[in-house]
């Protein structure tokens, strides 16, 4: 891997390390708040609604420019978004702003590994680029989590120097500094040297080229279904994000700050995962990894029996191990079709609109069930269970296009006798 490659990686680890510190700085203020249990999920929901409405737009900015600026652009977009805050503007606003500047970072992100790197390459830098950004999320969470822990929050008031500071205002100048260091990597990032046509931001030529791009993998037989287990997988993953959260304070007993730290030991198993599928998986045998999805909706549900803390932690790396080591071959499958396809921002624009679009749905069905009452594990088997089917109904879906092109491989070779 070359120099710039180590650059993309340091910044994406820290301006993601942000990301989730706030998050659990942002539920800690809404539970200060005294806001409905429900609104918790909206934080996330709010932060990814930029993805789905903006993501006919946000490939066309990535590819105008060289995209360790735009990187460095969007960041700033995530440090004025924390900053609201401050200025008493609502955590759901606020973190929608963070999310407006994460939606047009993400393409761009993604996009320059496909400019920087031979296709062969893109699992390995997949495999370090997901491991790298779990690890962002559990040091991530775990600093969020220390941050709102009273200790610690009243040490760092200490630190601060005026009269108005609070626990909370002291958590986010941190995380703001975090932004800040970001940024500084964000600009040790190379210019590949990939151009792209010029670009038009007429509204209405951008979503038929959006509509264009999206019907284009969606009709690839390689495309639709790495692009059905990421969006998948994303939309589970963010769900399990707050039911982790909720059963380790109803089944465990445990603080918010110290069940934060549980979203960590999920993520630590899908950096383990990450690494190993980038070991040991090649490109050409991504959708061998599938089965590996359903198999984590069971151990999912295995949580309902698990009442222990010390339990807890091998179950969740085993979930989070799962996940990594399936979802990192199918992503880099879905970033090489959709480069060989389309433009890196395009295809990165239309990954991200399905992801977001099924955490949207996810998270918004999650809060539903939340309003309507519903316990705990009964919630997870319902999400271990929906999990598992989709998974089986993608492999059906696979097999059923290998059959179909194996019948048209056999009708051209009749033709040819």
């Given at each position: 891997?070359?120099r ?10 820290f301006?993601?390390?942000?990301d ?52 460095f652009?969007?960041n ?20 929608a702003?963070?999310g ?23 699992v ?15 040091l ?24 108005e500071a ?27 040297g ?7 931001f007429?509204p ?17 037989k390689?495309?639709?279904i ?15 994000q707050?039911?982790?959260l909720?059963?380790?304070?109803h ?19 899908i ?10 998986i ?29 339990l807890a ?21 879905l ?12 295809s990165?624009?239309?990954?991200n609109?399905?992801e ?27 999400f271990?269970?929906?999990?598992t ?29």
């Amino acid at each position: 891997m070359n120099r710039g490659f180590y650059a993309v990686m340091a910044a994406e680890f820290f301006s993601s390390l942000a990301d989730n510190a706030l998050l659990i700085v942002a539920i800690a203020i809404l539970a200060q708040m005294d806001s409905p249990a429900w609104m918790t999920p909206l934080l996330r929901l709010f932060f990814v609604l930029s993805y789905v409405c903006l993501a006919a737009f946000v490939g066309a900015f990535s590819d105008s420019m060289p995209k360790g600026r735009v990187m460095f652009i969007t960041n700033t977009v995530k440090f004025i978004g924390c900053s609201l805050i401050f200025a008493g503007i609502h955590p759901l606003i606020s973190y929608a702003i963070v999310g407006l500047g994460a939606a047009a970072y993400s393409p761009a992100k993604y996009g320059i590994l496909t400019e920087m790197l031979p296709a062969e390459k893109l699992v390995v830098a997949n495999g370090w680029i997901e491991g790298l950004t779990v690890s962002s999320i559990v040091l991530g969470t775990v600093l969020g989590g220390a941050l709102i822990n009273p200790h610690v929050s009243a040490f760092l008031v200490g630190l601060i120097h005026f009269a108005e500071a609070t626990p909370a205002i002291a958590a986010l100048t941190v995380i703001m500094l975090v932004y800040i260091l970001a940024a500084l990597f964000n600009l040790r990032i190379p210019d590949p040297g990939a151009r792209y046509a010029k670009q038009s931001f007429n509204p209405a030529a951008l979503l038929k080229s959006f509509y264009h791009s999206f019907t284009t993998l969606w009709h690839d037989k390689l495309g639709q279904i790495s692009l059905a287990v990421t969006t998948l997988f994303w939309g589970a993953g963010a769900t399990l994000q707050f039911i982790v959260l909720k059963w380790a304070q109803h089944a465990l007993g445990l603080p918010l700050d110290k069940a934060a730290f549980l979203q960590g030991i999920v993520a630590v198993g899908i950096a383990i995962g990450a690494v190993s599928a980038a070991r040991f998986i090649k490109l050409k045998n991504s959708l061998k990894v599938m089965k590996l999805g359903a198999a984590m909706g069971i151990v999912v549900m295995v949580m309902t029996m698990v009442h222990s803390v010390w339990l807890a932690y091998p179950l969740l790396v085993l979930v989070g191990g799962l996940a990594g080591f399936f979802v990192v071959p199918m992503n880099a499958l879905l970033q090489h079709r959709g480069h060989v396809l389309l433009s890196a921002g395009s295809s990165i624009a239309v990954q991200n609109f399905n992801e977001n679009l099924s955490i949207l749905t996810m998270l918004g069905v999650y809060s539903l069930l939340i309003a309507l009452d519903l316990s705990t594990n009964a919630i997870i088997i319902l999400f271990g269970s929906f999990v598992t089917l989709t998974m089986l109904l993608v492999m059906y879906w696979h097999a059923c296009n290998q059959k179909k092109q194996d019948s048209l491989h056999l009708i051209g070779e009749d033709k040819r006798h």
